[in-house]
């Protein structure tokens, strides 16, 4: 069996072992519902509450029953936006992004065919937003703005603090929400502090290595929105359902243990990345950072190596042991090329060819080393293959066919 | 989605990736046949090039001895490439018997192909078809004589919407139009988009979507101009002649002026008292937007980046807009 090299923790993070080890007694013998009224299931219920104080005060020590539990990002973030727009019957008005997750994108679509208007922002070659654009979206109507902390596939980070503080001081009425489901455990966000104005933010256990099945939103106080889950009494009425107290218990632990290695990701592991990236662009010609040039996470880095396509690198990569994702149709489920890359403007050719290698923690030198090693000559032999490379000149073919494609 | 592609598909990819002798990567000089295919959509694209021997009296009895692919794809579009050269070469076709080899021999050589990859298989036929052609116009074939129809089906490049059948939105779309189709059965019954795994039939994006999508656009089209909005909104910064329609919290003053004349009253002040103050002390402003009474700033040069700024745009900025244009005005600092 080969050595595992797993560079896919943007997808998903291994579970710390200091977070299976919190959580294992309440898979087991603490068993109780933190909502029956004996002692042993009073003792729960104090664990759950203490998970959420470990939590807010990651946040910048906000009040702690402003976050609630969830099952995922993804329940975040639907909880967020249909419980704003049913809390606020008269705006019809909702600003998001192009680059936006699915998890998001396909909730504004689904407002869109209700009837409601949304704006759409579009990003720069680099992955920027335009801060004026964002201002002249803004309405009398606008019920809420959605916009991502960093992106899952580029890592480009948006200035959530600053529009959110636009949003408020333009109309206190306006709901902001920000998916932070990237960027918690790799950069600070202080709800009490620059990121005040926020109203609603999403995050998952599973980037941040707790398991999957467990998320947070955070509401700040007052904010009008209704449940989704509606059902018993548990988080206040605010999402019913039994609490899920081992994996709250494991998300808590995760955000703690995240909270004590953020300058580590922002200084080892970017400087892995980094590496990454310097190591790789004097190898291979024709390659290109997408959102090199903007904020980036850490630990995040998108590749378009152009004129290949990115599924049969991902397949190469896996015989080798290395753990990494497309933005290529063919990996996508959907037969669709990465919207991300797409919004920023990565021609189709590249776009095919992207590939994300996004780091943790628990990644090495050695990781690099063995990515540095086995990735040129799987791009080398791609290329061989590829009609748009000369394979005499070792450079891209050109030809009206070509242009075409790269084009469009 | 993970690869469950069949060990025949993986070795296939990998030798000939790797080059291994025997495998038939690359491009034929001076071929006979020469056929190229691309789809965007599915982001592949071949190259397909032969070599026959050539029969010494009639050109429909030349013999296809090697064939040649550059693919840009997925493993299994190489795969299938290969896959296909091999059929080839091994059965001794002719140009026109090549044609027989069919999607179908292609995933069967491969030990089957998981259903969202099927597609991959289908380019090759369709660069072969296109060699195929290329050669019987070099060696003066005439193949609308033979019965060849090689009328390729055109789809039209797209999102897929059904995956079964590898049908695209636009496609999908334009035979709803077409056909005038209404339900979702006549569309299965029609082009038989949705008619396996149904899952596309409500899904969002999916046909019960594209038949609304399609028949109230098109129910809407003979109608008068949807009514116009009733919500209130904000004119651009530009927008002279926009109707003054203020917003909640600013209620229209008894001097009802333009967003335009407003504007310019901003910028008349910004630039008669503003900017030469801040200029004195080496920085400047920038007036991103005005919103009804709101003006969003951005301070520029020496004052970006002082920690003052904020109050600077607040107390300055804003009380000599009060005090020159209108005392509702508050500013946003961007």
Redesign the interface.
């Known amino acids: 069996m080969t050595q595992i090299v797993y560079a896919d923790n943007n997808a998903t993070t291994p579970i710390a072992p200091e977070v299976f080890e919190a959580m294992a007694p309440y898979l087991t013998g603490e068993y109780f519902n933190p909502s029956s009224m004996y002692e042993p299931a009073r003792r729960v219920a104090d664990v759950v509450a203490a998970a959420r104080r470990t939590i807010a005060r990651a946040f910048g020590n906000v009040e702690p029953k402003q976050f609630l539990f969830t099952s995922c990002a993804t329940e975040s973030n639907n909880t967020a936006i249909f419980g704003t727009a049913r809390a606020n019957p008269n705006r ?2 909702v600003i998001t992004t192009r680059v936006e997750h699915p998890a998001v994108l ?1 909730v504004c ?2 407002l869109e ?1 209700q009837g409601y208007e949304v704006t759409w922002l579009g990003v720069d070659r680099q992955g920027n937003l335009d ?2 654009e964002f ?2 979206a ?4 606008t019920l809420l703005v959605t916009v991502m902390h960093a992106n899952n596939e580029t890592g480009v980070i948006f200035p959530v603090a ?1 529009l959110a503080r ?1 949003t408020k ?3 206190p ?1 306006i709901v902001f929400h920000t998916d932070a489901t990237q960027s918690v455990g790799k950069l600070p966000i202080d709800l009490h502090g620059e990121y005040r104005y926020v109203d609603l933010l999403s995050f998952s256990g599973h980037k941040l290595h707790a398991p999957k099945g467990v998320g947070a939103l955070y509401i700040q106080r007052g904010t009008p929105c209704r449940p989704y889950l509606i059902g018993g009494h548990q988080e206040e009425g605010r999402r019913a359902g039994t609490e899920n107290v081992p994996y709250i218990i494991g998300l808590a632990k995760a955000v703690e243990l995240a909270m004590a290695h953020l300058d580590e990701e922002a200084g080892r592991v970017r400087a892995l990345r980094d590496r990454l990236e310097q190591e790789l662009a004097a190898r291979i010609s024709w390659l290109e950072v997408n959102g090199g040039g903007a904020p980036r996470l850490p630990n995040t880095s998108n590749l378009s190596c152009y ?3 990115g ?2 690198m991902l ?2 990569l ?2 080798r042991g290395i753990c990494a994702s497309s933005g ?4 996508s ?5 990465s919207h991300v890359l797409r919004a920023i403007g990565v021609p ?2 590249a ?2 060819g992207s590939v994300r290698f996004s780091f943790s923690r628990y990644n090495t030198e050695d990781d690099i080393d063995h990515i540095v090693e086995v990735f040129p000559p799987v791009v080398a ?2 290329r ?5 490379w000369d ?1 005499v000149k070792n450079e891209p073919r050109p030809g009206p ?1 070509l242009e075409a ?1 790269t084009q ?1 | ?1 993970a ?1 469950q592609y069949s060990e025949k598909t ?1 070795q296939l ?2 030798d ?4 291994k002798p025997g495998t038939h ?3 034929l000089e001076d071929p006979d046949g020469f056929g ?1 295919h ?1 789809s ?8 397909f090039t032969f070599k026959v021997h050539r029969h010494p009296t009639d050109p429909t009895g030349d013999v296809i001895t090697e064939a040649r692919y ?6 299994s ?2 795969a299938a490439s290969e896959a296909l050269c091999t059929l080839i070469e091994q059965g001794g076709y002719t140009p026109v018997g090549a044609l027989k080899v069919s999607n179908r021999d292609i995933v069967e050589f491969l030990g089957g192909l998981p259903e ?2 099927i ?2 298989s289908v380019m090759g036929a369709e660069a072969l078809e296109a060699a195929v052609f290329n050669w019987a116009q070099r060696r003066g074939v005439n193949l609308e004589a033979l019965g060849v129809d090689l009328h390729m089906d055109e789809q039209d490049e797209g ?2 919407v059904c ?1 079964c059948f590898s049908l695209s939105e636009p496609y999908i779309k334009r035979k709803i139009r077409e056909l005038g189709l209404r339900t979702i059965p006549e569309i299965t019954h029609a082009i038989k988009a949705g008619g396996a795994c149904m899952s596309c039939h409500h899904a ?2 999916g046909l019960q ?1 594209m038949l609304d999508e399609v028949w109230q656009a098109a129910d809407q089209a003979g109608q008068a101009p949807a009514q116009v909005s009733t ?4 004119a ?1 910064l530009d927008g002279a002649g926009a109707a003054e329609t203020p ?2 919290g600013a209620p229209s003053g008894e001097a009802n002026i333009s967003p335009y004349q407003f504007s310019k009253k901003v910028e008349h002040a910004v630039s008669e008292y503003i900017r030469p103050m801040l200029q004195s002390d080496g920085g400047d402003i920038e007036i ?2 005005i ?2 009474r ?1 003006v ?1 700033c951005r301070l520029t040069g020496a004052c970006k980046g002082c920690a003052k700024a904020g109050q600077t745009l607040a107390l300055m900025v804003e009380q000599t807009l009060k005090d020159t244009v209108d005392e509702r005005i ?1 500013v ?1 600092a ?1």
């Open positions: 019809r008005h396909g679509k689904e065919r801060v004026a201002i002249r803004l309405r009398p109507d600053q636009l001081e333009t109309d009425s004129y290949i396509e599924e049969s397949f190469q896996s015989d290529s149709a063919c990996t489920g959907s037969l669709e090329p189709f050719t776009v095919h032999n791609l061989r293959a590829s009609p748009y394979q066919w494609a469009r | 989605m690869w993986k990819f990998m000939a990736v790797h080059g990567l690359g491009e190229e691309g965007i959509a599915c982001g592949d694209a071949m190259r550059l693919t840009f794809g997925c493993t579009a190489i969202q990859k597609h991959c999102r897929i995956k969002p994006g979507d919500l209130i909104s904000f651009p917003s909640t991103v937007d919103k009804d709101l969003y508050r946003i961007v």
